[in-house]
């Protein structure tokens, strides 16, 4: 298995530029989120979604919008670039609770982008 | 709201000094917690997580509801334990967990 896998790397945009990040995973994970890293700002969750179909909005939605239309991919878009979108962001993916309890995430590696 | 704390964004120790990351929470029902850990330029990955009461590389970590806390502890650092510690909750009704802002651990020779 891959994974959740992340296209591209690296990117760098201009202000006003649209872009959509590309986010898969191939181990039939129900739930699927977005986050970005910033220094002194730690992992903020942007969107997430628990299944195809459906989303929700996270911490830092602003800019951002997502769509599920199948269990395997979940893409973040960019619709305007902005300076203050430079940063790294992570997909997730994790498998519905069980009564046991935890559902581990398995992040992507990670697209750094840069807004000029 | 559920919160959790890291109040150190950077630790910084000596090889074979004894390391305590900390993280504070606060959520009035039965969390879930965890650790994930970032080497650098990697994705992060789970180190541990309370329910399994394991020991992952020398870490250890245990919950304490009565001051919510659950600190990461090793007692001798290792220079690979360089990294960025990310301690996560996990409430009742949710999908999702929180995230701390992180601690930035390095291990000086």
């Known amino acids: 298995n891959a994974g959740v896998t992340q296209t591209p790397k690296f990117q760098v945009l201009k202000t006003g530029q649209s872009m959509t990040l590309q986010c898969a995973q191939d181990?039939?994970?129900?739930?699927m989120s977005w986050y970005r890293q910033d220094p002194g700002m730690g992992l903020r969750l942007i969107h997430y979604?628990?299944?195809?179909?459906?989303?929700d909005q996270g911490e830092v939605p602003n800019g951002y919008n997502v769509s599920r239309s199948t269990t395997e991919d979940f893409p973040l878009r960019l619709l305007s670039a902005a300076p203050s979108q430079t940063s790294v962001y992570f997909c997730?993916?994790?498998?519905?609770?069980?009564?046991?309890?935890?559902?581990?995430?398995?992040f992507g590696p990670g697209t750094r982008l840069t807004v000029l | 709201a559920q919160r959790v704390t890291q109040p150190e964004k950077l630790l910084s120790v000596f090889k074979g000094a004894p390391v305590e990351l900390k993280c504070n929470y606060s959520y009035s029902g039965s969390p879930e917690l965890f650790w994930y850990v970032q080497y650098s330029r990697q994705r992060l990955q789970l180190l541990l997580r309370?329910?399994s009461r394991e020991s992952i590389k020398g870490f250890t970590a245990d919950l304490n509801k009565g001051e919510t806390s659950f600190h990461l502890k090793k007692p001798f650092a290792q220079e690979e334990d360089s990294a960025m510690y990310y301690c996560a909750l996990l409430s009742g009704g949710s999908y999702i967990p929180t995230f701390g802002r992180g601690t930035s651990l390095i291990v000086h020779p």
């Open positions: 979604s628990v299944g195809a179909g459906i989303t």
């Open positions: 997730a993916s994790s498998s519905k609770r069980t009564s046991g309890g935890y559902n581990e995430q398995f």
């Open positions: 181990m039939n994970h129900e739930y």
């Open positions: 309370h329910i």
